[in-house]
């Protein structure tokens, strides 16, 4: 039985609602082989990674994925790498604004994910849904928790695997913006499940060429 902790975002940004957490909330509950539990993560700097780290250590996973929104984005974006950096373009959901500092002092300077990040990006455009490799999770608070995720992971639970999925808004975000990129929960629901079967059944990365966004 393998455990499996997703998370997502609260509304942020004058956002009403986060797709992430959306997401999430359909992908909870028990499979034959797979547990999946959900958690919900503040939109605020530190708050947000002492809150996944109180979880990892009671669920003791096997695989984290943690969520959230990139507006703007077309695809379901795997993110390869966490910088060991905030800077943050608007302040978060209780007002911390930092600028220039380090997730974690006397850190690395940046993480590689431990998802079989390719494999899952092909896995799900083969399955009909927009998904691409992603080199930037951003300064904001999403680099942040995967930056603090893949640190905690190294240091306590270097069999777990962890990464970060951005995903687009959701339709009813943008109804009222023209050109703004958006894609369905339906969509999102199905794509998630199959990089999720993918980052549990694959160990060793594709080495092959899935297209980026930088
Ligand atoms: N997206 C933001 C933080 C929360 C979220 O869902 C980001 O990309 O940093």
Known sequence: MKKILLTGFEAFGGEA?????????RLEGHRSDQTIF?????????LSLEKLYEKIDEIQPDLVICLGQAGGRASISVEKVAINW????????????????????NAPLAYFTSLPC???VKAMQE?????????SAGSYVCNHV?????HHLA?????????????????????SQANMPSMSLESLEKGLKVAIETAL???EDLAISTGQIC
């Open 146 to 150: 995967m930056f603090g995720l893949l």
């Open 155 to 175: 240091l306590h639970y270097p069999r777990c695997k962890g990464g970060f999925i951005h995903i687009p808004y959701l339709p009813e975000q943008v109804a």
């Open 86 to 105: 905030n800077d943050a373009r608007i302040p978060d959901n209780q007002q911390n604004q930092p600028i220039d500092t380090a997730v974690v002092e």
């Open 118 to 120: 390719k494999a899952m």
């Open 127 to 135: 399955a009909g849904l927009p998904a691409s490799l992603s080199l």
């Open 38 to 46: 959900i958690t919900q993560l503040p939109c605020v700097f530190g």
């Open 201 to 203: 059944k694959v160990d």
């Open 17 to 25: 609602i986060n797709p992430s957490w959306e997401v999430v909330k």
